[in-house]
């Protein structure tokens, strides 16, 4: 009878091994961990870890799947641009938002002073200068949205790394 127990228990672990072994982390896969930022040693088997690859490069792909825009710095150079044609004189550490709303309110100063001018130079450079403005304080807005994206991604990522752990 002891005889039967030890072949049930070694038929038992072999299936067990073989099992174990079926799941265990390939080499390919714990490269592609470590690219991905994934600390391998917190992955137990390979069904675990093709998961988590495949939620790292899913948030990876929603912060580049995002048309490329203009970055933060580009934007904030071409505000300080608009400000200075404008007759704002603009120093290194002025506060964005101030600064938006100091040229916002020059521009209505602009528009009032032409809005009875028809189809004149100045009526054209002001609305030219509106325009332009739109379009940088939809650049600054986009890229400070951006911003928040990639960095609540990243949080997610390190929040998702540590209770994984």
Do not use: C
Not at 26 to 34: A, C, H, P, S, V
Request: glycine letters at 2%; charged letters at 40%.
């Amino acid at each position: 009878m002891s005889e039967k127990i030890e072949k049930i228990n070694v038929v038992e672990s072999t299936r067990i091994f073989e099992a174990i072994k079926k799941d265990a982390v390939t080499d390919e896969t714990l490269k592609k961990l470590e690219e991905l930022g994934i600390d391998p040693s917190t992955i137990k088997t390979e069904t675990e870890a093709q998961q988590r690859i495949k939620e790292a490069e899913s948030a990876q792909a929603n912060t580049s799947a995002q048309p490329p825009v203009q970055s933060l710095d580009t934007a904030v150079k071409n505000l300080r641009e608009l400000a200075e044609k404008i007759g704002i004189h603009v120093e290194k550490g002025d506060d964005i938002q101030r600064l938006t709303d100091t040229i916002d309110r020059r521009i209505r100063e602009f528009e009032k002073q032409v809005e009875n001018d028809i189809g004149t130079e100045r009526k054209e450079m002001v609305e030219s200068a509106r325009r332009w403005y739109r379009e940088i304080k939809n650049d600054l807005e986009h890229a400070l949205n951006e911003e928040k994206k990639v960095t609540k991604n990243l949080e997610m990522m390190a929040t998702y790394n540590v209770v994984r752990s």
